[in-house]
């Protein structure tokens, strides 16, 4: 009876016995103790975990408003730009078109030579 007392262990002698963790009652509370520190562990990852999802969602409301401020802008920036653009492809344009009638005017009256200064009433240059 005193071997199985011995295995199963006397709260008693705790604190002399070298081998009370091998016995029944040393081993369940090294496994209580071991799942209690698991269990705090746990615990501390779910408070990590839910102050991440609280930060994720500050971040998800930031980048919508974000995202409202971007549309925004680009609108703005479109309203502004658009008329700017529209006049400088009408320039460009108007440019061209007049770089194009000099150059005819130019070629023609090298082809037309001294009828075509008497023509425009200009002097030849």
Request: glycine share 6%; net charge negative; charged share 25%.
């Amino acid at each position: 009876m005193n071997a199985r007392l011995a295995a199963v262990g006397i709260e008693a002698d705790k604190a002399s016995n070298s081998g009370w963790s091998s016995t029944t009652i040393g081993a369940a509370e090294a496994t209580q103790s071991a799942k209690v520190a698991l269990a705090t562990a746990a615990n501390e990852e779910l408070k990590a975990a839910t102050r991440w999802e609280v930060i994720a969602g500050e971040e998800v409301t930031a980048a919508g408003e974000d995202l409202t401020r971007a549309r925004a802008l680009l609108e703005d920036l479109t309203e502004a730009i658009a008329p700017l653009a529209r006049a400088e492809i009408t320039a460009r344009n108007a440019l061209t078109a007049a770089v194009e009638a000099d150059a005819a005017r130019a070629l023609a009256a090298e082809e037309l030579g001294t009828d075509y200064v008497a023509a425009v009433g200009a002097t030849p240059e």
